[in-house]
């Protein structure tokens, strides 16, 4: 089996995490990579810890179950840490990308992280900034991007633009809000 | 003309729909279906199809509209899930015995109670000895093809049967996955215009359907259901030939991953196929020699093929994502082990149910299986026939 990349999303009910995760499979898709997309689908609440996936591979996925030992963990509301499982199953060497105002340093100790990589981005306040609701998910696939270099910026951009225009297509304001959150991450997002 | 995107299941359903595009649809929206019907009314509604849309108030009443349409001698489909199919349950019967080749996909889901919205496969057993054909669907790939080749059986004049195409709730129905899609114009050639043979609106040739068949003839209506489906095998092989030239993608009865030599095999159906064939992956990098034998047609049941394509393997594993509650295991169970018995090749069958009420299926949990096969093979003792998998007992 070829290496697949597998992401985790926790996040809140509401914040858009199966948005996120649908739309940056759509993105790597576009890219002509294999990839999936899922949320887990609990008793959706406003509010209540959720889970989304993501496996990325150049070659097709055969696993259908949720991922469980991910490479990568996004979490899109940092009051879940301590509160979520973020660190179950990730290997020691395990990203992280955090929507948080505190620091990489801070962060590592909050999970007690040793190895890895952590990103922090204060994904709230650039949402605010640009789209006016704090709704942090487009602004965290920026930091994903910056982080992974999974794709070239450009080309993602590129995308996003068209698949936010598809989803806005009666509220175009939205879509400028959305890419500008998308750069502000992508440069902003601090990693160590 | 094919194209790679991006799609959950349920929108590659729709967009198999859309391409068909059938004369009635009738549904009712239930969860996990409810995208199916949601994005297909919107097809509808932008005048994308020339479908006439049905929006009835109950699933039984859905399939009831497709059954009216389809003797009117229009191509009609319906969609749905758990208890809508289960409330659709008696009018199923009546389209099979009525011969009608209505497509509808079921997005799999576990039945209430306690009530549950998530995926197994009690709802499509419970349909099992309807007399409709069933495919399953691996993923999105798979259900957009399914949904397209189920046109071509279900009409076929050897077979004029309805034709349920199955896939995993959210599994495959919520998750975004790649596939190829066919163009319009290709799909649109691929299923032809339906020609119905008796139809009610046929004026030149007045008939009556669904009359009152006593003990002089029922018997012998239900012998002719069985030769369709007899029938049935043969035209799915050649529309999975057929469909495999416009597409690349050919289909039979079965799928057999890595079973030619084989000693310990896994047999299931939908998405934990892909699972499954990922460990076998695994194991087979470790000396391990396994395989997994996914049927994509249930029913008819391809004993044949099946028969055949396991008859050199020491061990095997069913994997049921449902109960009968006869205490002897799952449906697929007993399928396959009556299957095995005149082979008298001393094959241990034993069984596993898994993911009731859309319990996460992990990879530690087939390679359980897998283990629990080689130590039957190497033993040759079967201890515990049926087991429970990622439960807590």
Known sequence: ?????????????????????????????????????????????????????????????????????????????????????????????????INTTKTPAEVRKMLGVKGGKI?????????????????????????????????????????????????????????????????????EVKGE | MKTKVALTGNEAVAQAMKQINPDVVAAYPITPQTEIVQIFSSFVAN?????????????????????????????AMTATSSQGLALMFEVVYIAASLRLP??????????????????DHSDAMGLRDSGVIQLFSENAQEAYDNMIQAVRIAEHPDVRLPVMVNM???????????????????VKNFVGTYVPEDYLLDAQNPISMG?????????????????????????IKEVGKEFAKISGREYGLIESYKLEDADVAVVVLNSAAGTAKGVADELRAKGIKAGVLKPRVY????????????????????????ETFSTCGGPMFADIRNTLYDLKNDIKVVNYIYGLGGRDLRLEHVQQVFEDLENIRKTGRVDETVKYLGLRE
């Open chain 1, 1 to 97: 089996m070829a290496k697949v990349l597998e992401i985790r999303w926790h996040a809140r009910g509401g914040q858009g995490a199966k948005t996120a995760a649908l739309m940056l499979a759509e993105s790597v898709a576009e890219m002509g990579k294999y990839v999936q997309g899922f949320p887990e689908y609990g008793p959706e609440r406003m509010g209540a810890p959720i889970q989304a996936f993501n496996r990325i591979s150049d070659e097709p996925i055969y696993i259908h179950s949720n991922v469980v030992n991910p490479d990568i963990v996004m979490v899109l509301d940092p009051t879940l840490i301590g509160k979520a499982n973020i660190t179950d199953g990730v290997p020691e060497d395990g990203i992280y990308i």
């Open chain 1, 119 to 187: 990103y922090t981005v204060d994904a709230n306040q650039i949402s605010l900034e640009t789209i006016g609701r704090p709704i942090p998910n487009t602004p965290m696939m920026g930091a994903f991007i910056k982080a992974t270099g999974i794709i070239p910026f450009d080309e993602f951009m590129a995308c996003m633009r068209e698949q936010l225009a598809k989803k806005f297509k009666s509220k175009p304001e939205v879509i400028e809000g959305n890419l500008k959150a998308i750069e502000r991450a992508y440069q």
């Open chain 2, 47 to 75: 005048g994308e199809v020339d479908t006439e849309f049905v929006a009835v108030e109950s699933e039984h009443s859905a399939m009831s509209a497709a059954i009216g349409a389809a003797a009117g001698g229009a191509r």
């Open chain 2, 102 to 119: 209505i497509v509808f996909p079921v997005v799999n889901r576990a039945l209430s109670g306690p009530i549950n919205i998530h995926c």
């Open chain 2, 168 to 186: 995993d709730g959210f599994i495959t129905s919520h998750a975004m996955d790649v596939l190829e899609v066919l163009d319009d114009e290709t």
């Open chain 2, 211 to 235: 009359n009152f068949d006593m003990y002089d003839f029922y018997f012998e209506h239900k012998r002719q259901q069985v030769e369709a489906m007899k029938a049935a095998k043969e035209v």
């Open chain 2, 299 to 322: 029913r008819p049941f391809p004993q044949e093929e099946i028969r055949e394509a396991l008859k050199g393997v020491k061990a095997v594993a069913v994997m049921d994502r449902a």
